[in-house]
C-alpha cells in the first residue's frame, strides 16, 4: 500500500471548518483513500472514503486531487467532540490490511 | 448499521493466567475481522487476519501460540492471549469488514489489558 504523509497536528476554532490534508504521492490506480478518526481510548471510526471523486457523507467531505496524489479531509463545521486523531489511509480495494500512520491530531478550540 | 463491540471493555488478570475477548459485528457479516494493538502515544499495529473457517494469519513478530485466535462464525472472532505477562498489556482493538466493492473496515471500541 502506498505511503502517506500528514501534519503532526493542527488546531480549528469551533464553528469554522476543518481542513486536514494528506499527501499520497505514490498512489496507485486501484488504492482507495480512506479516513478514520479515533478519539482517545476509542476505537477507530470511519469517517469517508474515496476513489478519484470527490465525496460527502454526513460526517465530512473527501477532496481529492485530479492527479490523486493529495486529498483534504473536510468538516465542515467543526465541534470539540471532533478533537481526535485523524488518519489518512491507502489500500487496495481487493486488499485487507488497513496500515495506520501517525495520524495529524485535530484540536478543536472553544 | 455497521456496529462492532467488543468485551469485555477493559481486564485486569495476574501474570501467566489467560485472557479470552470477544469481538461481534452486530448487525452485519464479517467474512474478515482483524486484530491489532496500540501502545501508549503509538498507532494501530495490525496483529492478525482472522477469515471465518479458517486459521488466522499472523504478522511478523506476532506468536501465533501466545495469541489464539479464533472465527468461529460470520460474526464472531475471539482473541485469546495465553500465559499474559505485564509486556502484553495494551489496547487491543478489532475490526470487522463488510464485503462489498470497497470492503470498509468498522472498529470495535477496543478491550484495554492490564497483566499485573
Known amino acids: 500500500d502506498a505511503k502517506t504523509t500528514q501534519p503532526t497536528s493542527m488546531d480549528c476554532a469551533e464553528g469554522r471548518a476543518a481542513n486536514l490534508p494528506c499527501n499520497h504521492s505514490?498512489?496507485?490506480?486501484?488504492?482507495?483513500v480512506y479516513w478514520y478518526r479515533q478519539i482517545h481510548s476509542q476505537g477507530p471510526q470511519y469517517i469517508i472514503h474515496?476513489?478519484?471523486n470527490n465525496e460527502t457523507n454526513e460526517m465530512a467531505s473527501l477532496i481529492i486531487t485530479e492527479d490523486r496524489k493529495s486529498s483534504t479531509l473536510i468538516l465542515p463545521h467543526a465541534t470539540l467532540r471532533d478533537t481526535a486523531v485523524y488518519y489518512c489511509?491507502?489500500?487496495?480495494?481487493?486488499?485487507?490490511?488497513?496500515?495506520f500512520g501517525k495520524g495529524t491530531k485535530l484540536s478543536v478550540i472553544p | 448499521g455497521a456496529v462492532v463491540s467488543q468485551h469485555p471493555s477493559w481486564v485486569i488478570c495476574k501474570s501467566g493466567t489467560s485472557v479470552k475477548i470477544e469481538c461481534r459485528s452486530l448487525?452485519?457479516?464479517?467474512?474478515?475481522m482483524f486484530w491489532y494493538r496500540q501502545f501508549p502515544k503509538q498507532s494501530l499495529m495490525l496483529m492478525a487476519t482472522?477469515?471465518?473457517?479458517?486459521?488466522?494469519?499472523?504478522e511478523q513478530g506476532v506468536e501465533k501460540d501466545k495469541f489464539l485466535i479464533n472465527h468461529a462464525s460470520l460474526t464472531l472472532s475471539t482473541l485469546t492471549v495465553t500465559s499474559a505477562h505485564p509486556e502484553d498489556s495494551s489496547f487491543y482493538i478489532c475490526?470487522?469488514?463488510?464485503?462489498?466493492?470497497?470492503?470498509?473496515?468498522?472498529f470495535g471500541p477496543g478491550t484495554r489489558l492490564l497483566v499485573l
Open positions: 475490526s470487522a469488514e463488510r464485503g462489498g466493492t470497497t470492503e470498509t473496515q468498522y
Open positions: 505514490t498512489i496507485s490506480g486501484n488504492e482507495y
Open positions: 474515496g476513489l478519484k
Open positions: 489511509i491507502v489500500r487496495v480495494v481487493l486488499g485487507y490490511q488497513l496500515t
Open positions: 448487525d452485519f457479516q464479517a467474512t474478515t
Open positions: 482472522s477469515n471465518e473457517g479458517s486459521k488466522a494469519t499472523y
